[in-house]
């Protein structure tokens, strides 16, 4: 035990500075966080989809990855699903095609067509691609498939916006 | 190609390419087979969603023409008849559903039915009901791939 005893007058003013400081800090607090709130948001998650999809599974084949978000239409929630076809070039690098077709919005397979083999196919009106996504000409499609823009979190591919494919 | 004011400006543009349509019949009732009827309208609405959204672009999705079970099937067959020959500029009409009553009245669709049986969704999560839905959506979309490489 100690011998030195804390007199009245110590006694509250420790506890009143004790009280007081966790009143000032209870109020201070909140401030702080919405004056830093925007640096607090976590960046990775922003428009980025997480998928099922593991970067080091990828191969140089195209594969096809699932992925679901939530979209609203109007009053109506609905879980939408979003297909990419991803796989790896020669250099390495992530490369995520929409399957959307350009012609009229069907949805493309890769390697389906017997005759040309190792090209993205749309069964409707029998549109070709090219595995970087450029479409064949003398097919309907008139551009090239869209591409994901993507990023990897935890060995996990992430999947974001679509944008108009680059070499045209 | 859906029922909506977009696609089908898409669709006067592109004309030439859609010459398919898919009609879903639904059947409704009130009293014997309420929840049934529900579960078929259900089933049948992701399965024509899952088929829209693989040929977009080929295919025009009606709205469900929905009609009461208690109704006389014969009576049911000549709207069925008159949608038809409304929508006979298309060269494909089809006509999707999970009601049964249909399929004695196969021969008179001449080819154009497809009857998939339903699958009671509501006891499932939504990812195994996806990949339900999914697998038979598969198989519709080899029976459509396989009537356009005939024609």
């Known amino acids: 035990m100690s011998k030195h005893n804390v007199s009245r007058r110590q006694f509250l003013s420790y506890?009143?500075?004790?009280?007081?400081?966790?009143?000032?800090?209870?109020?201070?607090?909140?401030?702080?966080?919405?004056?830093?709130?925007?640096?607090?948001?976590?960046?990775?998650?922003?428009?980025?989809?997480?998928?099922?999809?593991?970067?080091?599974?990828?191969?140089?084949?195209?594969?096809?990855?699932?992925?679901?978000?939530?979209?609203?239409?109007?009053?109506?929630?609905?879980?939408?699903?979003?297909?990419?076809?991803?796989?790896?070039?020669?250099?390495?690098?992530?490369?995520?095609?929409?399957?959307?077709?350009?012609?009229?919005?069907?949805?493309?397979d890769w390697n389906t067509d017997k005759s040309n083999p190792n090209q993205f196919f749309c069964p409707c009106h029998y549109g070709r691609y090219t595995k970087d996504g450029v479409n064949v000409p003398g097919t309907p499609p008139v551009a090239p498939l869209d591409v994901y823009d993507y990023n990897e979190k935890d060995g996990m591919l992430y999947l974001g916006q679509v944008k108009p494919h680059k070499g045209a | 190609m859906r029922w909506t004011p977009k696609d089908i400006d898409t669709f006067d543009k592109a004309r030439e390419y859609i010459d398919t349509v898919l009609v879903p019949l639904v059947p409704v009732a009130f009293e014997n087979g309420m929840k049934q009827s529900a579960s078929m309208?259900?089933?049948?609405?992701?399965?024509?969603?899952?088929?829209?959204?693989?040929?977009?672009?080929?295919?025009?999705?009606?709205?469900?023409?929905?009609?009461?079970?208690?109704?006389?099937?014969?009576?049911?067959?000549?709207?069925?008849?008159?949608?038809?020959?409304?929508?006979?500029?298309?060269?494909?009409?089809?006509?999707?559903?999970?009601?049964?009553?249909?399929k004695a009245r196969e021969p008179e669709f001449a080819g154009t039915l497809i009857w998939m049986p339903s699958i009671p969704l509501e006891h499932f999560g939504e990812e195994q009901v996806r990949t339900m839905v999914g697998d038979q959506a598969r198989q519709v979309f080899d029976l459509f791939k396989r009537k356009w490489n005939e024609a």
């Open chain 1, 15 to 108: 506890t009143l500075t004790g009280v007081g400081g966790f009143m000032a800090a209870g109020m201070l607090m909140p401030m702080v966080r919405f004056a830093v709130d925007p640096v607090l948001k976590a960046d990775a998650g922003g428009d980025f989809i997480a998928t099922n999809q593991k970067v080091s599974d990828l191969t140089t084949e195209p594969k096809r990855v699932d992925f679901t978000y939530e979209q609203t239409d109007a009053w109506y929630k609905s879980e939408e699903t979003k297909v990419a076809w991803v796989y790896k070039d020669d250099n390495g690098k992530i490369v995520a095609l929409s399957p959307v077709c350009k012609h009229l919005g069907c949805t493309v």
């Open chain 2, 41 to 102: 309208y259900d089933f049948i609405t992701l399965l024509t969603a899952a088929i829209e959204h693989q040929f977009k672009g080929r295919i025009m999705l009606m709205p469900s023409l929905a009609y009461l079970s208690s109704v006389d099937i014969d009576k049911r067959m000549e709207l069925v008849n008159d949608w038809k020959n409304e929508i006979g500029s298309f060269q494909n009409i089809y006509f999707i559903t999970s009601d049964s009553e249909w």
